[in-house]
Antibody
Framework: QVQLQESGPGLVKPSETLSLTCAVS?????????WAWIRQSPGKGLEWIGT???????WYNASLKSRVTTSVDTSKNQFSLNLSSVTAADTAVYYC???????????WGQGALVTVSS | DVVMTQSPLSLPVTLGQPASISCRSS???????????LNWFQQRPGQSPRRLIY???NRDSGVPDRFSGSGSGTDFTLKISRVEAEDVGFYYC?????????FGGGTRVEI
């Protein structure tokens, strides 16, 4: 059974870069599965950020695409999210999840609250 | 982008009674392979979302059979045949037929 755990700073200053990591256990990040980032803020509900595959393929939400980068670290069996030039509007709980074409988002991490404030 | 609209926003329920949540998409969710890619998630207070249903009507293992998903095209429903106390929380639909993945605004189920 797959387990996902987000980690990273809980407080980021405006204009800086938000960086989160999702540690995966129970499955290899190089398996057939895709990996995803989603966020949840009171004002906007659940918002898909992007999906990535270990071969470098990525799909991003157009509204965030200019500020998002993702990567997979096969040596640590984890994947990461970087969101640049953050503002207060990026304050949210960030989730990592596993994605399949057939099943959608089938497993989620516990979530990491990130607050953007000076 | 596909807009997902859920109703009602809030659903007061009675223990042991049925409940129903509607989810409508702004365009058909039928993909070119003939499949319809729709998830339902449950989010209990203080927890992360948990998938209940995939491809409209396929229930996840471990999900009680009182939960059922149905629908086609642009109109979908999640039904709880007999509400139990542990069902309190938010429910979300999500389409994954096309990028970007998009979620409904959520329905709060409360006793």
């Amino acid at each position: 059974q797959v387990q996902l755990q987000e980690s990273g700073p809980g407080l980021v200053k405006p204009s800086e870069t938000l960086s989160l990591t999702c540690a995966v256990s129970g499955y290899s990040v190089t398996s057939i599965y895709y990996w995803a980032w989603i966020r949840q803020s009171p004002g906007k509900g659940l918002e898909w950020i992007g999906t990535l595959y270990h071969n470098g393929d990525t799909w991003y939400n157009a509204s965030l695409k200019s500020r998002v980068t993702t990567s997979v670290d096969t040596s640590k069996n984890q994947f990461s999210l970087n969101l640049s030039s953050v503002t207060a509007a990026d304050t949210a709980v960030y989730y990592c999840a596993r994605y399949t074409r057939a099943g959608g988002l089938d497993s989620w991490g516990q979530g990491a609250l990130v607050t953007v404030s000076s | 982008d596909v807009v997902m609209t859920q109703s009602p926003l809030s659903l007061p329920v009675t223990l042991g009674q049925p409940a129903s949540i509607s989810c409508r998409s702004s365009q058909s969710l039928v993909y070119s392979d003939g499949n319809t890619y729709l998830n339902w998630f449950q989010q209990r207070p203080g927890q992360s979302p948990r998938r209940l249903i995939y491809k409209v009507s396929n229930r996840d293992s471990g999900v009680p059979d009182r939960f059922s998903g149905s629908g086609s095209g642009t109109d979908f429903t999640l039904k709880i045949s007999r509400v139990e106390a542990e069902d309190v929380g938010f429910y979300y639909c999500m389409q994954y037929t096309q990028w970007p993945l998009t979620f409904g605004g959520g329905t709060r189920v409360e006793i």
